[in-house]
């Protein structure tokens, strides 16, 4: 059977970019006021005053300079703290669609195919703009696609779990050519006023092409050589954001509805498990990770990264073996991996290895061996 391989990705970036520093100012300016208005109370030992941040712990505790977003207004002011992203009528493409068609586009034409070659929209994503009609559905439509689509969540893992159903379905003949889409607003989520959590986040969207090798033609083929897919329950990151809130309107508008996480916690668990999964994998296909020239990670916190790479290869990476995009980017959910794979692979020569692996929720891990051919 010819080999299955990604021959194509795309990026939407948003326009609008936020630094560290332009954050923190909102975020302390808020602070301020809380703590004036709450004077009172916290001076009585009813609540506890709020602390203020900087620029240098954001980047100290993360990694991260900066980061993309659909709307900065809204979230920069301090009286607001959210971003502003008014509904769209019905008839008219929601945000995600525009930004999926956008990122779709570029794929496609690096794989050189149209629409009428694609059979099948996967949009995987942590953050879904509505339960349905499916995101993948409308994004089908838009661009012409026949075929079917449908939608699926694994959190921060969403898009190497949807490259294995991709190759999946390739494999079994359901599809030729699947377009996968991760639009990721996850500024959406994100809550503005939490010192620990107010700087994770960004938005993008990545799209990425899987395809039979007896029918890419592409200029850059990347074999998938395997996937590896794990979950592991735990509530370490959580949104309890649903549609059965309603039903308890207490709990309406509360942190919990919002990204929660044990950030500690997650550390000291999910390196170790991503790490092994990764050293497990090469392992059993024979892979030594000095064969390794890549590591695409996962964008969420540098020194998680930093940790990873280093059990895999038994060394520290250097910048070049495990590229970093989150300083500009940010946290952006499934598609940082594939923002790093996108953006660091044009050195790569026939037979060149590399792994693409996504962490999060769940929890779940997600690891693509590549190899270019």
Request: glycine share 8%; net charge negative; charged share 20%.
């Amino acid at each position: 059977m010819p080999d299955i391989l990604i021959s194509g990705t795309g990026l939407y970036t948003p326009p609008e970019s936020i630094s560290n520093q332009e954050l923190v100012d909102s975020f302390n300016t808020y602070v301020e006021h809380y703590n004036i208005e709450h004077a009172r109370e916290i001076a009585a030992g009813e609540l506890a005053a709020l602390q203020p941040s900087s620029a240098e712990f954001v980047e100290k505790a993360s990694g991260i300079k900066s980061r993309y977003v659909m709307n900065k207004s809204g979230i920069v002011d301090p009286a607001r703290l959210v971003p502003h992203l008014p509904e769209r009528p019905n008839e008219v493409p929601s945000i995600q669609c525009e930004m999926g068609v956008a990122a779709a586009r570029e794929a496609m034409e690096q794989a050189g195919k149209s629409a009428r070659d694609i059979d099948a929209v996967i949009v995987a994503a942590s953050n879904m703009q509505r339960a349905y009609p499916a995101m993948a559905v409308e994004i089908q439509d838009a661009l012409g696609i026949q075929g079917y689509g449908f939608d699926m969540n694994v959190a921060c893992s969403s898009a190497t779990f949807g490259i294995q159903q991709a190759r999946d379905a390739v494999r079994t003949g359901s599809a030729r050519c699947v377009l996968i889409v991760n639009p990721e607003i996850c500024s959406g989520h994100l809550n503005f006023r939490d010192r620990d959590s107010h700087f994770i986040f960004g938005d993008v969207c990545t799209a990425v092409i899987v395809e039979s090798a007896a029918t890419a033609t592409g200029s850059e083929q990347f074999v998938i050589v395997d996937t590896k897919l794990q979950t592991i329950y735990s509530n370490n990151i959580r949104n309890n954001f649903g549609f059965l809130n309603r039903a308890d309107e207490s709990g309406v508008g509360t942190p919990d509805k919002l990204f929660v996480q044990e950030g500690r916690k997650v550390f000291k668990e999910v390196c170790p498990a991503v790490a092994s999964q990764i050293s497990d994998q090469l392992d059993t296909l024979g892979i030594a990770p000095t064969q390794l020239k890549r590591l695409w990670l996962h964008q969420a916190n540098l020194s998680m990264n930093q940790l990873i790479s280093r059990r895999v290869l038994g060394r520290d990476a250097t910048p070049e073996e495990a590229p970093t995009i989150l300083d500009e980017y940010a946290n952006t959910s499934s598609a940082g991996s594939i923002i790093a794979f996108h953006k660091h692979r044009s050195d790569f020569s026939s037979g060149d290895l590399g792994v693409l692996c996504s962490f999060g929720a769940g929890y779940s891990i997600g690891s693509v061996i590549l190899k270019k051919r």
